[in-house]
Each structure stands twice: as C-alpha cells, then as structure tokens.
C-alpha cells in the first residue's frame, strides 16, 4: 500500500470516528433525562427500561401505537387515543418512577459487596409488585383505547397482535 493510499484510509477513518462521536454527543444532548438512567442488566421492556417504551412493547396501551397506521384509524380515533394517554399521564409517570426506583434498589442489592438473600428478595417482590400496578395499568388504558375501534380494527388488531407476538423469539 503507498503512503497516499494509507493517509487517503486513516483520514478517512479519523473523519467517520469524529462524525461519530459528534453524533453521539448530539443526541446525548437531545436527552434530557441524562441523570436517571435504568440499572445495568435491567429487563428494558418496563418502565425505566430503554429496550422499549413505559410496561412493554407500544407502551402503556400495548401494540396499538405500534399498529395504528395499520389499521387505519381515523383523525378523530388518533385524538381519542391521544386524550386517553394524556389523561392517565400522570398515572404513567408515578408508576415508572416507582418502577424505577424499585429496579434501582434490587440492583444495588443484587450487586451488593455482600450476598444478603432476605434483602434481595424483599427487593424482588417490592419491583414485582410494582411490576403489577403497571400491569394493570396498562391493562385499563388498553381497554379504554380498545373502544373506540370498529369491530372490524379489533379483529385485525388481535390478527396483527398475534403474528407480532408469535414472531418474536
């Protein structure tokens, strides 16, 4: 390789490592929630997780979100899904600090100095408790959201929620 083609490579290299990290730098600026990431090794799919949005896949009111393109919902059923989501907003962000925290406080006991089996399992069920009211929050916002679909749009989501679900590994 001649030194023209070496220079040409690693000043090449230099300029995507440097567009790289001034594209990191921007969305780290983007995020405003810098100073509450989830634990390490957390689960990602509740509410403090990264994986996915707040209680799993399409978040609070499950795949609808995800599917409502889809299903071609109408201006005023978006609305109502949105005034559904805003109006349980407040619910959604109570539920996932305390989600957060209890994560948060099984991780420390789990990566605790010192093994204390009681503590960790004090921790587990406070996180899977929580785990629960987002459950059954998600549950209740799902089925307000589920009402305002046509029978024909709730047929096709159950299909669409189906082949969703059994596609992933």
Known sequence: MTATVKRLALTLGAGLIAAGVSAGAYVHAQDGNTSQQPPPFHRGMGPGGRGGRFGGPGGPMGLL?????????TDAQREQIRAIGDAHKDEWKALGDRARAAH???????????????AIRQKSADASAVDADVAVARAHAFTEALQILTADQKAQLKKMRSNFLLSKP
């Open 65 to 73: 979100p995800m599917f409502g393109a889809r299903l071609g919902l």
């Open 104 to 118: 948060m406080a099984l991780d420390a006991a789990v990566t605790a100095d010192v093994v204390d089996e009681a």
